[in-house]
């Protein structure tokens, strides 16, 4: 049975524990949300790649990557740096770039001054996703030898190790990364729709050239580019999602039937078992169809994203609808149906494996976005009991998780570096560990860094804004550089985050 979601109902007395909690917790005083969201998106200044502009504010951060692509004879300059290595893995970039998206399209206009910031950050992700779809029939995975990046400890301005590009096409097919890349540059199109029509139109042809490429020469890039990709970006749940993923998103900006039509037409492909990687164990998620969605898994997102225009739609609200209220149902702690987490007696969410606030803001996204959807609708969920959910109940929830996150936690430890008087001191992040250039100028080499890692002192570089993996099971933290699940910060937690964020600035 499955790990994830056989997980058994939680207990009268656990659910008592995590509204006192979570009602302590939202009593404890209000965050700083404004504060917050400009922090969240300063994070992706620090994990630029390339050239940097006179507007960097993370200025301890240096150009760096100045020759991606050279070895393929492509500018492949820019980008991001997925999370504290050297690599730039495009499967999770153009995910991040999706939700960094889909949070503008949602939540822009809540976003005030910091709406420019947000821009400037899916900008940066399209930029280089462009670069990455220049020739025709082919994507690029990923930048820079993992298995050697891994094995030094040194400034992405140092970079010693090869910059390997790895390259997906109609021999050696990607159809995850490329309908990824295809929905990223569906949804940034849609951003600039209005103060940049010549570039969103250019988003927009592409995501359509890449997408009908993914469809075409389907297979995953797991085989095609074998040690780019894993084990550290395996694709576990196949490529089936992302291309009606892809295909949602383009009809989403186009408006074109064939693209709605593709999704109707695929889904029932999509099967309920979903396979994740859990500390190197597989394990089948029985529905995972309803409950999963991140970086590799977007089936949830699916439902969610297509709810908005089938919500009131009865010919073609099935399946997406029910499997949206049955997530919702799935997640609420005080709902009688099955669960698909846990929660920390603190109150925080959980989904087996590491890293675990990734799961936590990315279903909290989808939660507040489908409580708009909803409020616009005026629907509400039955969740058998007796137990309705209204949109205020999710938006409450997620208020919960949220607060987690920012200090309002057993440890009164904010989870976000830079953001409250209590943080992480000691993340896995090399930029953030080794010295700046600026009190380093000499370069560093592969193992010079070694020291600075297994040193106890905090880390010189702050790298403001920056969520980690997060707390145990239990809501212990360990602030140590060498427990990566906890410690470590990516981008793909960062982004669904700033939607999230906006929506609590409102009031």
Same mark, same amino acid.
């Given at each position: ?7 058994? #109902?939680l207990s009268?007395?656990?659910i008592?524990? %995590? ?5 302590a917790?939202?009593n404890s ?6 504060d917050a969201?400009s922090?969240?998106l300063?994070?992706f ?7 940097l502009?006179p507007?960097q504010?993370?200025t301890?951060r240096k ?6 692509g050279s070895?393929v /004879? ?6 991001y $740096?997925?999370?504290?290595d ?7 970039m ?5 939700m960094?998206s ?8 809540l976003?005030g001054?910091?709406l420019?910031?947000a821009?400037e950050a &899916?900008r940066?992700?399209s +930029?280089?996703?462009l ?5 025709p +029939?082919?994507?690029?995975g990923?930048? /820079? +030898?993992?298995?050697? +990046?891994?094995?030094? %400890?040194e400034r992405?301005e ?5 910059r390997?590009t790895?390259i ?8 995850e ?5 295809a929905?990223a ?10 103060s940049?029509k ?7 042809n ?5 997408f009908?490429?993914?469809?075409k ?6 085989d095609?580019i ?8 395996c694709?576990?749940?196949g ?6 993923w892809?295909a949602?998103?383009?009809?989403k900006a186009?408006?074109?039937?064939q #693209? ?9 492909f999509l099967?309920?078992?979903?396979v994740?990687n859990?500390?190197g &164990?597989l ?8 409950t ?6 977007? @089936?949830a ?7 908005q225009?089938?919500?009131t739609?009865?010919n073609n609200?099935?399946?997406?609808i029910p499997?949206a209220?049955?997530?919702v149902?799935? &997640?609420?702690?005080?709902?009688p149906a099955?669960?698909?987490?846990? #929660?920390?007696p603190?109150?925080l969410?959980?989904?087996?494996g ?5 799961h ?13 959807y909803?409020?616009?609708?005026n629907?509400?969920?039955d969740? /058998?009991n007796?137990?309705v959910v209204t949109p205020a109940?999710?938006v409450?929830?997620?208020k ?5 996150v920012?200090?309002s936690?057993?440890?009164?430890m904010? $989870?976000?570096? /830079?953001y ?6 000691k993340i896995h992040?090399?930029?953030?560990v080794n010295?700046?250039?600026?009190? @380093?100028l ?7 860094g070694d020291l600075y890692?297994?040193?106890n002192?905090?880390?010189?570089n702050?790298l403001?804004?920056a ?7 239990d809501?212990?933290f360990?602030d140590?550089?060498s ?6 910060p ?5 982004a ?11 009031g």
């Amino acid at each position: 049975m499955s790990k994830i979601m056989c997980t058994s #109902y939680l207990s009268g007395v656990l659910i008592l524990a %995590w509204m006192l909690t979570m009602a302590a917790a939202q009593n404890s005083g209000s965050h700083n949300y404004a504060d917050a969201l400009s922090k969240c998106l300063m994070f992706f200044e620090g994990q630029r790649s390339g050239k940097l502009p006179p507007s960097q504010r993370i200025t301890w951060r240096k150009d760096s990557g100045l020759k991606d692509g050279s070895d393929v /004879g492509m500018d492949l300059v820019g980008g991001y $740096y997925d999370a504290g290595d050297n690599v730039k893995f495009n499967f999770p970039m153009a995910f991040t770039t999706t939700m960094l998206s889909w949070s503008v399209l949602e939540f822009g206009q809540l976003m005030g001054s910091e709406l420019p910031h947000a821009l400037e950050a &899916i900008r940066w992700g399209s +930029d280089y996703l462009l670069k990455s779809t220049s020739v025709p +029939d082919s994507v690029v995975g990923v930048i /820079g +030898d993992p298995n050697g +990046d891994h094995t030094c %400890w040194e400034r992405p301005e140092d970079m010693t190790t090869p910059r390997t590009t790895y390259i997906v096409n109609k021999e050696k097919p990607g159809s995850e990364v490329a309908a990824e890349t295809a929905a990223a540059l569906a949804a940034s199109s849609m951003v600039f729709k209005d103060s940049d029509k010549f570039y969103s139109a250019s988003l927009l042809n592409r995501s359509i050239q890449v997408f009908e490429f993914a469809d075409k020469y389907r297979g995953s890039y797991n085989d095609s580019i074998g040690e780019g990709a894993c084990p550290f970006y395996c694709d576990f749940s196949g490529y089936k999602d992302e291309l009606i993923w892809g295909a949602a998103w383009l009809y989403k900006a186009t408006k074109i039937p064939q #693209y709605w039509d593709y999704v109707k037409n695929n889904i029932q492909f999509l099967g309920p078992t979903v396979v994740r990687n859990i500390n190197g &164990i597989l394990v089948a998620s029985l529905t995972g169809d309803v409950t999963e969605f991140g970086w590799d898994s977007k @089936h949830a997102g699916i439902n969610i994203l297509v709810s908005q225009w089938v919500m009131t739609d009865p010919n073609n609200a099935n399946p997406f609808i029910p499997k949206a209220d049955q997530l919702v149902c799935s &997640i609420l702690p005080q709902s009688p149906a099955q669960k698909s987490v846990t #929660y920390s007696p603190g109150g925080l969410l959980f989904k087996p494996g590491g890293s675990n606030l990734q799961h936590s803001t990315s279903l909290s996204f989808l939660l507040m976005a489908y409580a708009g959807y909803m409020k616009a609708s005026n629907k509400v969920i039955d969740c /058998g009991n007796n137990f309705v959910v209204t949109p205020a109940s999710l938006v409450n929830f997620t208020k919960g998780q949220v607060d987690y996150v920012l200090g309002s936690n057993p440890l009164g430890m904010s $989870y976000m570096v /830079g953001y409250g008087q209590k943080f992480p001191q000691k993340i896995h992040h090399r930029g953030s560990v080794n010295p700046s250039m600026e009190n @380093h100028l000499q370069q560093m080499q592969c193992h010079e860094g070694d020291l600075y890692f297994k040193s106890n002192v905090p880390n010189p570089n702050i790298l403001v804004g920056a969520i980690v993996g997060g707390p145990a099971e239990d809501d212990t933290f360990e602030d140590s550089r060498s427990n990566v699940q906890q410690s470590e910060p990516t981008t793909y937690i960062n982004a669904p985050f700033v939607g999230v964020l906006a929506n609590f600035l409102k009031g």
